[in-house]
């Protein structure tokens, strides 16, 4: 007996439904030549796995406050494997053979790239979520500085730990399908990532910048009228502006926009008195290692040096 499922549930954007059936004959699980609409064989579900990096969670919580949708998700997906929802797949991971692996969080370990690699030689797709994954997130801060030296001041026997000195993103170690930016992501780009995947594809990112969305939604804009500086102009948006709807500026979470003009941006803040300490900051914080923030950031960062940097060590900021 076939279901039918409002697609809205998956996506707010789409207006074709899902039908789910239990047929095993149907060795299809989204058919387009269905008047637009998907057949969702609950035999040959796509089989996922989240996975859980160095990170804090957000991420894969973003997912689970999807709250009822998740019952959709879970009749149209096969959700093999999800600790933080209480789901383990015990098996080897190379022995695992999934469909899509979602991934929260960073490299930390040296252990983290083997099982990293295990995770993307059994799986058909890669998703990336948060910044902490995509690029690096707020752990690769020790990227710019004497790691060790952090060890030390921090913990009583940092002997005791191994990790490396550095944090970096999951596509400098394997192949990335799909990078979902955010910190955290929110629920809509996660779930309209899953309706995409019903007809085998993936969506666009959304490169668009903030302030698109902060127009669109009619916000008071923070910098022009509170002289606030915010990184919306330069940072891509998919969080619907929630920020400057709220009187604030954008702290740039969802990572560099398309065709970003830092440098333009950076004089402003300037002229509205920031030191050059201060912008640094601005652009070297939860998304430091991507390109055009780190390139901002460190620009602004040897200012205050009399020697101009020669790496990325020594930003301590
Ligand atoms: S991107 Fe942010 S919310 Fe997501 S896991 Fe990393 S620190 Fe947490
Ligand atoms: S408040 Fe920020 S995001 Fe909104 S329009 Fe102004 S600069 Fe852009
Ligand atoms: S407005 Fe900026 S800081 Fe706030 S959630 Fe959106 S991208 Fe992140």
């Known amino acids: 007996m076939a279901q039918r499922i409002p697609a809205q549930i998956l ?3 789409s207006d074709a439904d899902v039908t789910v059936t239990s ?3 149907t060795d299809a699980y989204a058919d387009t030549t269905n ?4 057949n969702v064989d609950t035999n040959t579900r796509l089989k996922v796995a989240v996975h859980k990096f160095a990170s804090c969670d957000g991420c894969q919580l973003a997912f689970l406050n999807a709250g009822a949708d998740l019952l959709t998700v879970n ?3 096969d959700i093999r494997h999800f600790a933080e929802a209480g789901l383990l797949d015990n098996r080897p991971l ?3 053979d999934i469909d899509v692996a979602i991934i929260e969080g960073s490299v930390c370990t040296a252990e983290d790239i083997q099982r990293l690699q295990q995770i993307r030689d059994s799986s058909q797709r890669l998703i990336t979520i948060g910044a902490c994954a995509t690029s690096g997130g707020i752990q690769a801060l020790r990227n710019m500085a004497d790691a060790q030296q952090w060890l030390a001041e921090i913990y009583a026997r940092p002997e005791s730990l191994s990790s490396l000195d550095t944090a970096t993103p999951i596509s400098q ?5 799909l990078e979902l930016w955010g910190c955290p992501v929110n629920t809509e780009q996660l779930l309209h990532a899953l309706r995409n995947l019903l007809w085998h594809s993936l969506p666009e990112n959304n490169k668009d910048k903030v302030c698109m969305e902060c127009k669109r939604a009619g916000n008071i804009c923070v910098m022009v009228t509170e002289n606030k500086p915010c990184l ?11 920020c400057p709807h709220h009187g604030r500026d954008c702290y740039g979470c969802y990572g560099p926009a398309e065709n970003t003009n830092t440098d333009s941006l950076s004089q402003r803040f300037s002229g509205f008195g920031l030191l050059p300490e201060e912008i640094a900051r601005k652009f070297l914080l939860i ?17 205050l040096t009399s020697q101009p940097q020669t790496s990325d060590k020594g930003l301590r900021l």
């Not at 008047?35 to 998907?38: D, R, V």
């Not at 170690?173 to 399908?177: I, S």
């Not at 919306?232 to 929630?242: F, H, L």
């Open 35 to 38: 008047n637009g609409k998907a």
């Open 232 to 242: 919306g102009p330069v940072t891509q948006g998919s969080c619907g502006a929630i």
């Open 75 to 77: 009749r149209l997906f």
């Open 11 to 13: 996506s707010q954007h």
């Open 287 to 303: 998304n430091s290692q991507s390109k055009p923030f780190l390139e901002e950031g460190k620009k602004w960062h040897n200012q």
């Open 173 to 177: 170690h394997v192949k990335v399908d």
């Open 23 to 25: 047929n095993a004959a």
């Open 94 to 96: 190379i022995e695992r």
